[in-house]
């Protein structure tokens, strides 16, 4: 019923950057939460950046100053800007979605594919 399309990964040279898109699609009322996870090799899935629905960031403290999420509602898309890029932010990363549907208002959670960013030499 929805889903989430992603771009933007790649691999890329420490200190270079990169600009990840997620766009959602379906039976779309409203979007509450949008934003970004990512998991490394061996680790869990964390919190990279997350716009809230009364427009507020959030950011793990591993990316604050060098990573900026934005939205644009009308068009059901979340932007991750990554710059300075290091090799420990390499990972997989998830958009993620808090989606109120048109069809009785229903609220669900949906996840992207995953793109993979890999930094390094």
């Known amino acids: 019923q929805v889903q989430l399309v992603e771009s933007g990964g790649g691999l890329v040279q420490p200190g270079g950057s990169l600009r990840l898109s997620c766009v959602a699609s379906?039976?779309?009322?409203?979007?509450?939460?949008m934003g970004w996870y990512r998991q490394a090799p061996g680790k869990q899935r964390e919190l990279v950046a997350v716009?809230?629905?009364?427009?507020?960031?959030n950011y793990d403290d591993s990316v604050k100053g060098r990573f900026t999420i934005s939205r644009d509602n009308a068009k059901n898309t979340v932007y991750l800007q990554m710059n300075s890029l290091k090799p420990e932010d390499t990972a997989v990363y998830y958009c993620?979605?808090?989606?109120?549907?048109?069809?009785?208002?229903?609220?669900?959670?949906?996840w992207g594919q995953g793109t993979q960013v890999t930094v390094s030499s």
């Open positions: 993620y979605a808090r989606v109120r549907h048109t069809a009785g208002l229903r609220l669900d959670a949906y």
């Open positions: 379906g039976s779309i009322f409203s979007i509450n939460r």
């Open positions: 716009v809230t629905g009364d427009g507020n960031t």
